[in-house]
């Protein structure tokens, strides 16, 4: 009993130093909610998001600054519930949660591979929208 109140107030303590809400989604809805919540932040007009924005990004090719092409699904493969390979050769399990019910499970996580994978597909940070959108997509894949 008391090993678990030992893990719920170091998980407290861990959320109140990151100050990041998505920091504490356990689920991809709540993932996607939380999303949700800054988007609204970020843009006041935000109404919801789109599966199919979502799969646009998924699938857009895009042109890097050093002039290589770079898109999700180059890694990931155009069918987000197969396997993927990085382009340092090694598997990338699927990306839909249909295929991989662990993906979007753990939020920090998620955003690890948002902050990576952004970066070196769209040369930027994503938007809580892009995130959102991306992950709606994703749901969305039976």
Known sequence: MHERIAQVVALAAVTALTGVGVVHAAAPRQLVADYAAQAKKENPAFREFSATRGAELYRQQRMRADGATASCSGCHTADPRATGRSRANKDIAPLA????????????HVEKWFSRNCTDVLERTCTAQEKGDFITYLLSVE
């Open 97 to 108: 949660p249909v295929a991989n019910a662990r993906r979007f499970t753990d939020a920090a």
